[in-house]
């Protein structure tokens, strides 16, 4: 796998003195990271194939710990850690916090508050439950077992429904896993949308931050912003960390961060809409290290040892990321007018190569750049980075010109 998320932790294992060893999918050509000792090829397109392939290496190793920053490969972290003895997730519930219907059913057993969800594999039963007014538009249409926005559609009339599950059948899993077919249409919960980046040790779930998102509108709500941490009223923290804390144990996760997505109803209740056991993306490391400095990465690998973390902040400040979105596929022209880094400005990076193919502007596959920014105060992180996004253009052309 790679992204800057396994960079991150790839830094920290190195600078804490460990000797790392990469998970290479099978098929695939590449150069060793630097500062890997070695690598394993592995089948990831059967779990059960790579949990073996994984579990042997690790034993003829010594390995001391199993850690991931993908979603997808989660479940094989956790089974593999339950079969060497180390610290990790609940094998028996390693598809809980991956595949959305499970997600569910374990989340709502539990008590969370949850959307109206159901399971379907074809555009009749949704028909049927309109007939029946069990559900009304808008819908969420999503495919059972992706990522990062990726086949995700905001449904407002039923001629738009077609479509919406073309596109979840469209999906691919990557390294050639198999993705349940399902398709989970929701009710579309109205409100302002937060994740919750948590740290779970020996099943007891610590609280690091609330972060407040930027998305998107229409049909397609791509992530292109996030701000850490939210200042929201005490009332309010205590009941959604009341819900995330219920999520993580009803999922399994044991010994991982986790990223909890939230939405605040207008009338101040708040519904859980998914967990994942690993770092938040788009870059909340960074953010969390400018704001709070908290080093995520170095955290998750000490809960994969089994050793004690300190979580408490050593800076209080306000961090926002603002990520540039290709407007249409095609060939990416340019980035023009990312701010310089300096004062309150930490970090900015054009992501994607120029030259290279850009998705459409449907997931999360369309950020081509990022920026921070830091500020005293939550308000004025999110207006200079506001400010500073209207500055930027990305510009593609189409594919062939």
Partial sequence: MSGPDREDLLKAAIAMGHEVYAATPRGKTSATPRGVTGTVVVDFSSYAAAVSDI????????????????EFLTPVAALACATLGLAGNDAA??????????????????????????????????????????????????????????????????DELTAAFQRVRLQRGPYGIHLDPRVVVQEYIDGEEFSVESL???????????????????????????????????????????????????????????????????????VVLEIAPRIGGGRITLLTSQALGIDMAGAALAVALGQPVELAPTRRAFAAIRRPLAPRGGRLVAVQGMPCTGDNVPFSEVTTEIGASVASPDSNSARVAYFIVTAEDETSADQRADELLKGVSVIVEPQGS
Wanted: proline share 4%; aromatic share 4%.
């Fill in 55 to 70: 579990v042997a290496f690790a034993r003829s190793r010594r390995v001391d710990a199993i850690a991931t920053v993908n």
């Fill in 93 to 158: 519930l390693a598809m809980a916090a991956r595949n959305k219907i499970t997600m569910v059913e374990r989340l709502r057993e539990a008590g969370v508050s949850v959307p109206s969800t159901i399971a379907v594999t074809d555009e009749e039963e949704v028909h049927d439950h309109l007939c029946r007014q069990t559900f009304s538009f808008p819908l969420v249409v999503k495919p059972a077992e992706n990522a990062g926005s990726t086949g995700v559609s905001v449904v407002e009339r039923l």
């Fill in 200 to 270: 779970t040790q020996d099943g007891q779930t610590e609280h690091v931050c609330i972060t407040k998102k930027q998305t998107t509108f229409g049909a397609y709500r791509v992530e292109t912003g996030h701000t850490l941490p939210s200042n929201i009223d005490p009332i309010a923290r205590r009941l959604v960390l009341q819900q995330v804390t219920m999520a993580a144990a009803a999922t399994g996760i044991r010994n991982s961060w986790s990223h909890c997505e939230v939405k605040r109803k207008p009338d101040g209740a708040w």
